[in-house]
């Protein structure tokens, strides 16, 4: 029977295998497949020169095979070979000329004269032209960076026409505009949809409008050399206007109706739900636009500007119907409003009564009650 023979790489073995391989080194063949495969390697490398030269076992190294001596050859042998090979013999005799090795200083003269009876060769001649070739490998192992401009410009992306990026400028600009467009509007709405805010705003008009009406303006021209050219104007009060008493007495007539009755009674008065008196913890809202509206409305009807315009000429500078108009509009705003908020702030109110209440426990049937009677003596 022919001697069992393994050959192959170790990984490729399957763990029966392996098991007939470790059975045959007389080691352990329990554990997994990986457990056998590192056991196997590792007995084989510290036995090396044991199962190397083994033919049962030879085939497991693969190729590695033993280096070996090269054979000494004769002297004649290796004389030939600087001859048959002149390269080989130039390049020895370049080899002093490394500047990074030294030659003793004995032996210069012998290597300059050398080197000025050196023998010119054909094969000489050509070896400097064959040596400045570079080699492919050298040439593939070049970096990217000593590759030519054009091959780089190549790999760029090609630009994007003018007509097509001024479009797209365009769409992202119409979106941006319509964006902050929207929620400018939102802003504005949210802001004129107050009924305090439009009670304020009103006020301002009526009195900007009454400063325009009551100061005698004058103005500061910017005029450029020429009179036909355009010039700038810039208006200013006058600062006497400010020390007179009628222009204190219109404005003063003017704010107790507009400003200083509604926010007494806006202040005092209000009927929101969160402000009741039954809510135990009442919400306090600094201002009733609507009460402020209301009494708004009944001071310009009844404030006797009529009396005050005969002592007083051009106390009424917005009018009767203007100011009526005004404080109407106002009420309006503001009853829209509160008939829109009354259902939530009727909820709330009642959401905060019933967690302001305490609990009351009721005794269960299953509770003795003690009962004491006190009878007179």
């Given at each position: 029977m022919a001697p069992i023979s393994f050959s192959g790489t170790i990984p490729s073995k399957k763990k029966a295998d392996l098991q007939a391989i470790a059975v045959a080194l007389d080691i352990s063949d329990s554990g997994t497949r990986e457990d056998l495969q590192g056991r196997i390697k590792r007995h084989l490398e510290q036995h090396q020169s044991k199962y190397e030269d083994d033919p049962t076992f030879s085939g497991l190294y693969g190729k590695r095979k033993k280096s070996a001596q090269p054979p000494i050859g004769s002297p004649d042998e290796r004389e030939e070979k600087p001859q048959k090979s002149p390269q080989n013999t130039r390049s020895r005799r370049i080899v002093p000329l490394?500047?990074?090795?030294?030659?003793?200083?004995?032996?210069?003269?012998?290597?300059?004269?050398?080197?000025?009876?050196?023998?010119?060769?054909p094969d000489a001649e050509s070896t400097p032209t064959t040596s400045t070739r570079p080699s492919p490998q050298k040439e593939q192992r070049k970096p990217e960076s000593a590759l030519p401009v054009a091959s780089v410009q190549k790999t760029?992306?090609?630009s994007k026409p003018i007509a097509e990026v001024a479009?797209?400028?365009?769409?992202?600009?119409?979106?941006?505009?319509?964006?902050?467009?929207?929620?400018?509007?939102?802003?504005?709405?949210?802001?004129?949809?107050?009924?305090?805010?439009?009670?304020?705003?009103?006020?301002?008009?009526?009195?900007?409008?009454?400063?325009y009406m009551i100061i005698p303006w004058q103005t500061f021209e910017l005029a450029p050399g020429s009179p036909s050219q355009f010039y700038l104007a810039i208006p200013y009060p006058p600062?006497?206007?400010?020390?007179?008493?009628?222009?204190?007495?219109?404005?003063?007539?003017?704010?107790?109706?507009?400003?200083?009755?509604?926010?007494?009674?806006?202040?005092?008065?209000?009927?929101?739900?969160?402000?009741?008196?039954?809510?135990?913890?009442?919400?306090?809202i600094a201002l009733d636009p609507l009460s402020a509206s209301i009494v708004r409305l009944a001071a310009h009807v009844a404030?006797?500007?009529r009396a005050l315009n005969a002592s007083l000429q051009g106390v009424d500078v917005i009018g009767q119907k203007w100011r009526l108009l005004t404080a109407s509009v106002v009420v309006a705003f503001a009853f829209a409003e509160a008939i829109f908020n009354a259902p939530g702030a009727f909820a709330e109110s009642r959401?905060?009564?019933r967690a302001a209440t305490p609990r009351r426990t009721v005794p269960s049937e299953d509770t003795p009650v003690s009962i004491t009677v006190t009878g007179e003596s």
């Open positions: 490394d500047p990074r090795e030294t030659t003793p200083v004995d032996d210069m003269r012998n290597v300059s004269m050398m080197l000025k009876n050196l023998p010119i060769s760029r992306p090609a479009r797209e400028s365009l769409a992202k600009l119409q979106v941006s505009v319509q964006k902050h467009t929207r929620t400018t509007l939102l802003t504005t709405r949210a802001v004129l949809s107050d009924s305090t805010n439009i009670w304020f705003i009103t006020a301002l008009l009526e009195l900007f409008y009454i400063l600062a006497r206007t400010f020390l007179q008493p009628p222009f204190w007495t219109v404005l003063i007539h003017w704010s107790i109706p507009t400003i200083l009755i509604p926010l007494i009674f806006g202040l005092l008065v209000s009927f929101h739900p969160a402000n009741s008196t039954s809510a135990r913890t009442p919400r306090v404030y006797p500007f959401v905060r009564l």
